[in-house]
């Protein structure tokens, strides 16, 4: 079965860099996902996207905050300028967009801003 | 406000032990529902969705959900468990949009 594959697994970055997280979403799905599980806390939803802009975002997805799809497979979360809480596992999803089909989702990428 | 509520935050059952999980949101309009499973080390998985129809679905490894419309409730039941099911459980929603809204989630841990 495809999967959503995400990298890297684990990324430790100084509080202040930019981070690029990475996915590529199943194939031939269509709508693409952010998600972060701060430790210990629900899974919050960040940003949708789907033919190559933002569907809709949450109140956490703020400028500093940015997805680009820069090719025909991958789907990038970039943030600027980390914080320490920005420390958390995110993880990318993705599905065909079809009502009664269900979002797969990645391994995650655990983010440990130092 | 969209919300989900998982009312069991840790779990511990012994091995054949019958299972229920509590999940209850709210939410304006046609809802879909979902449990995810995350086994450690491992990604969010489905178990099983309601999205219409007979409100009592079946999902993998013998779990099952029932809808209760009028109690904004969807529980997770497994008659009985196995050391294996020691994970993770996540109720989600989902409307008129796609994105998922979801429950703080529930530790099961299953002893042998």
């Known amino acids: 079965e495809p999967e959503v594959t995400q990298t890297p697994s684990h990324q430790v970055t100084q509080m202040g860099q930019e981070v690029i997280l990475r996915c590529v979403p199943i194939?031939?799905?269509?709508?693409f996902y952010w998600y972060r599980q701060i430790l210990g806390q629900k899974v919050e939803f960040l940003v949708s996207f789907y033919n190559n802009e933002i569907s809709e975002k949450s109140e956490i997805f703020d400028d500093q905050f940015s997805v680009e799809r820069p090719d025909g497979s991958n789907f990038t979360l970039k943030i600027r300028s980390t914080k320490l809480e920005d420390s958390a596992m995110y993880f990318c999803?993705?599905?065909?967009?079809?009502?009664?089909?269900?979002?797969?989702f990645g391994d995650g990428t655990r983010l440990s801003i130092l | 406000a969209q919300s989900v509520s998982q009312h069991n935050h840790h779990v511990i059952l012994s091995e054949a032990a019958s299972l229920e999980l509590g999940c209850n949101y709210s939410?304006?309009?046609?809802?879909?529902l979902f449990w995810y499973v995350q086994y450690p080390g491992q990604h969010l998985q489905l178990l099983l969705k309601?999205?219409?129809?007979?409100?009592l679905v079946k999902g993998i490894k013998g779990f099952e959900a029932e809808f209760i419309k009028s109690k904004f409730s969807f529980n997770l039941r497994k008659p009985s468990v196995q050391w294996s099911d020691t994970a993770e459980y996540f109720c989600a929603v989902s409307g008129a949009t796609n994105k998922l809204i979801f429950g703080t989630g529930t530790l099961l841990a299953v002893q042998p």
């Open positions: 939410y304006g309009g046609t809802v879909n």
């Open positions: 309601y999205f219409s129809g007979d409100p």
């Open positions: 194939s031939n799905h269509l709508y």
């Open positions: 999803a993705s599905d065909r967009g079809n009502s009664n089909q269900p979002q797969h």
